[in-house]
Nanobody, 125 residues
Framework: QVQLVESGGGSVQAGGSLRLSCAVSTYPISTYTMGWFRQAPGKEREGVAAISIGGFTRYADSVKGRFTISKDNDNNTLYLQMNTLKPEDTAMYYC???????????????????WGQGTQVTVSS
């Protein structure tokens, strides 16, 4: 089983930036499709951004132009650069991994098999 450990969350004011990291162990990140998901209190978990094995990326409409997903295969780490943060971005953020290489359903959480414990992001107005 792949182990994923998120870090980089915190509290920022609206308009600020954060960079989330997800360190992956056990298997090379280059062999997994990776995603970032978030869940706010009282809401369902939603897909934020994903990157396929080949580097294809997909973003939720709500974060397009503000968030950037990337991965460092050498360091086996996934990143999420979050700029121009808004209060509605407040949530627990999770990274996830799946072995499927398809570009379909990249932001669908039940297609991912391995999950981290999450890191909290709080954006104040």
């Amino acid at each position: 089983q792949v182990q994923l450990v998120e870090s980089g969350g915190g509290s920022v004011q609206a308009g600020g930036s954060l960079r989330l990291s997800c360190a992956v162990s056990t298997y090379p990140i280059s062999t997994y499709t990776m995603g970032w998901f978030r869940q706010a209190p009282g809401k369902e978990r939603e897909g934020v951004a994903a990157i396929s094995i080949g580097g294809f990326t997909r973003y939720a409409d709500s974060v397009k132009g503000r968030f950037t997903i990337s991965k460092d295969n050498d360091n086996n780490t996934l990143y999420l650069q979050m700029n121009t943060l808004k209060p509605e971005d407040t949530a627990m953020y999770y990274c996830a991994a799946r072995t499927s290489s398809t570009r379909l359903n990249l932001l669908v959480d039940n297609t991912y098999s391995d999950w981290g414990q999450g890191t909290q992001v709080t954006v104040s107005s």
